[in-house]
C-alpha cells in the first residue's frame, strides 16, 4: 500500500498569503495524485488531478505540481473561503486508493 | 447538474448490520465508476470501496473486506453499501462519490463530485 504523508500538518497563515501544502509518496505513483479541499459539514471537493490539471470551476490560484513521490499544491494569494482541511489522493497500482492525514490551512 | 444523495446512515450496537444507500441523478450512471469514501470522527478520508459500470468488479479496503458488500442497480440509479458485522472503529460519514469521468478512464479513479454523506454510528 502507498502511503501518503502530508505536511505540515496545520498552516497558519493570512488572507492575501502565499500557501505551499507538500504531499509525500511512499514510492512513486508517477502522475496519479490528487488534491481535494474539505470544509466542515461539506461535501470534499476535487481541486486538482493528474498532479496539475484543475477540475471543473476551480479558481486559477490553485496549482499542483510535482512527480514521482514529491507533490505540491499552491495556492496563490488566499482568499477567506480558501481555509479548509486539504487532502491528497493517489491511485496508482490500486487497490487500495490511499489518502493523506491531510494539512488543515487556518487563518492566522 | 450531477447529484449524489446518501441515505440510510444511522446508530446501530456493534456486530449489527445497516444499509446505506446513494440516489444518483444528472448523469449516465451505468457508465461510471462507483465509490463510497468515509471520515471517522476526527481523522482523514478513507476509500472504502469501489464497483464498476456494469456491477461486475468491485473492490474493498482490508479494513471492510469480507463485511461490507457494495452493489448498484442501474435500472434506479442507486448504489448500496450492505454493512454487517458493524465495529465501533466503522462509525464515520459516509460519502457516496464517482469517477471523474466516465467507462473506465484513467480519470475514473479520481472522485467528483461527492454527496453530502450519511452518518453511521456504532456503540460499543
Known amino acids: 500500500e502507498i502511503v501518503l504523508t502530508q505536511s505540515p500538518a496545520t498552516l497558519s497563515l493570512s488572507p492575501g498569503e502565499r500557501a505551499t501544502l507538500s504531499c509525500r509518496a511512499s514510492?512513486?505513483?508517477?502522475?496519479?495524485l490528487a488534491w481535494y479541499q474539505h470544509k466542515p459539514g461539506q461535501a470534499p471537493r476535487l481541486l486538482i488531478y493528474d498532479v496539475s490539471n484543475r477540475a471543473t470551476g476551480i479558481p486559477a490560484r490553485f496549482s499542483g505540481s510535482g512527480s514521482g513521490t514529491d507533490f505540491t499544491l499552491t495556492i496563490s494569494s488566499l482568499e477567506p473561503e480558501d481555509f479548509a482541511v486539504y487532502y491528497c489522493?493517489?491511485?496508482?497500482?490500486?487497490?487500495?486508493?490511499?489518502f493523506g492525514q491531510g494539512t488543515r490551512l487556518e487563518i492566522k | 447538474q450531477v447529484q449524489l444523495v446518501e441515505s440510510g446512515g444511522s446508530v446501530v450496537q456493534a456486530g449489527g448490520s445497516l444499509r446505506l444507500s446513494c440516489a444518483a441523478s444528472g448523469f449516465n450512471f451505468n457508465t461510471y465508476f462507483m465509490y463510497w469514501v468515509r471520515q471517522a470522527p476526527g481523522k482523514g478520508l478513507e476509500w472504502v470501496t469501489f464497483?464498476?459500470?456494469?456491477?461486475?468488479?468491485?473492490y474493498y479496503a482490508d479494513s471492510v473486506k469480507g463485511r461490507f458488500t457494495i452493489s448498484r442497480d442501474n435500472s434506479k440509479k442507486m448504489m448500496y453499501l450492505q454493512m454487517n458485522s458493524l465495529r465501533p472503529e466503522d462509525t464515520a460519514v459516509y460519502y457516496c462519490?464517482?469517477?471523474?469521468?466516465?467507462?473506465?478512464?484513467?480519470?475514473?479513479?479520481?472522485?467528483?463530485?461527492w454527496g453530502q454523506g450519511t452518518q453511521v454510528t456504532v456503540s460499543p
Open positions: 462519490t464517482k469517477g471523474l469521468s466516465a467507462y473506465g478512464s484513467a480519470w475514473s479513479t479520481w472522485f467528483d463530485p
Open positions: 514510492q512513486s505513483v508517477s502522475s496519479s
Open positions: 464497483i464498476q459500470g456494469d456491477g461486475e468488479t468491485q
Open positions: 489522493q493517489q491511485r496508482s497500482n490500486w487497490p487500495p486508493i490511499t
